[in-house]
């Protein structure tokens, strides 16, 4: 009986505990949230940035305060002789905390670290017959652990936002993706009614982008998209918010569908 009291006693410190730190942890968001950016972090983001500029004030101001915030939070590591600088920082965190504007989030809570490297670098990746091959890659990113970066990728995709590719949206795409624990191209939605036409919906353009691929016909959507589809929400996600009245005028559904999960439509930015 004793040894039960201790055990129910350590569960209620250690439930006070986490409920404690969460408070904390969320009373110092709101704080950096409300904070006004750096003025040298504001001329990054206007620079190396340019979505940054097309967003309407009052998104403006709630991104710079999501990058006070992942940014107070995420660590940054350079490989390869990268030197992690304030641009670097400032570039990727802009970009990844556009894919949290207007949302209930929890900032990419499994993210601790960003890895960036100066440019691709190599990755293993399993081969036929059980054999380690290497694979060239632009960026990555792991189940409940790190993001990698390229960051001639990051900064070639940031000052291109036409052409719907864009490695910070697509890897941080991911991220959102594994919030549920598998990268399967559905990621936490508001609710259960919501999955039937997700499914539906981004099943079909899927299959669609499959069958282009296939012939090497053109699409808003990259190619890279038909691989899987967790590959197929990233590249989504990159030409939602790079080509919107593209993918508006011939993926009417599929715009839809991420105009609902990411609460913004960049159709409408100037």
């Not at 992942?70 to 590591?77: P, Q």
């Not at 291109?160 to 890897?171: K, L, Q, Y």
Request: aromatic share 10%; glycine share 10%.
């Amino acid at each position: 009986m004793v040894v039960v009291k201790v055990i129910v006693v350590g569960v209620a410190v250690a439930l006070g505990v986490f409920v404690w730190r969460r408070r904390v942890r969320n009373a110092r968001r709101r704080r950096w949230m409300a904070e006004p950016i750096a003025p040298e972090w504001k001329a990054i983001l206007e620079g190396h940035v340019p979505l940054y500029g097309r967003l309407p004030d009052g998104l403006k101001s709630q991104l710079e305060g999501l990058v006070n915030v992942f940014l107070a939070e995420k660590k940054f590591e350079g490989c390869g002789g990268q030197e992690i600088t304030d641009e670097v920082r400032v570039s990727i965190a802009g970009q990844a905390c556009m894919l949290l504007l207007n949302r209930d989030t929890s900032f990419f809570s499994k993210l601790r670290t960003i890895y960036v490297y100066p440019a691709a670098y190599a990755a293993k990746q399993a081969a036929a017959g059980g054999l380690v091959g290497w694979q060239e890659r632009q960026g990555e990113s792991w189940q409940n652990g790190p993001v990698v970066l390229a960051w001639n990728s990051v900064a070639g995709g940031a000052q291109n936002i036409r052409d719907g590719r864009n490695v910070v949206f697509h890897e941080f795409s991911h991220r959102l993706d594994q919030e549920d624990g598998v990268a399967d191209g559905a990621p936490v939605l508001e609710s259960r009614s919501c999955y039937a036409t997700w499914a539906g919906v981004l099943g079909q353009e899927y299959k669609e982008l499959q069958g282009r691929a296939r012939k090497y016909r053109k699409s808003v959507l990259r190619r890279y998209g038909a691989e899987h589809p967790a590959e197929f929400f990233a590249v989504a996600t990159e030409a939602f918010l790079e080509k919107p009245k593209q993918m508006k005028k011939k993926h009417p559904e599929l715009y839809e569908e991420l105009k609902k999960y990411y609460k913004m439509d960049p159709g409408e930015w100037v």
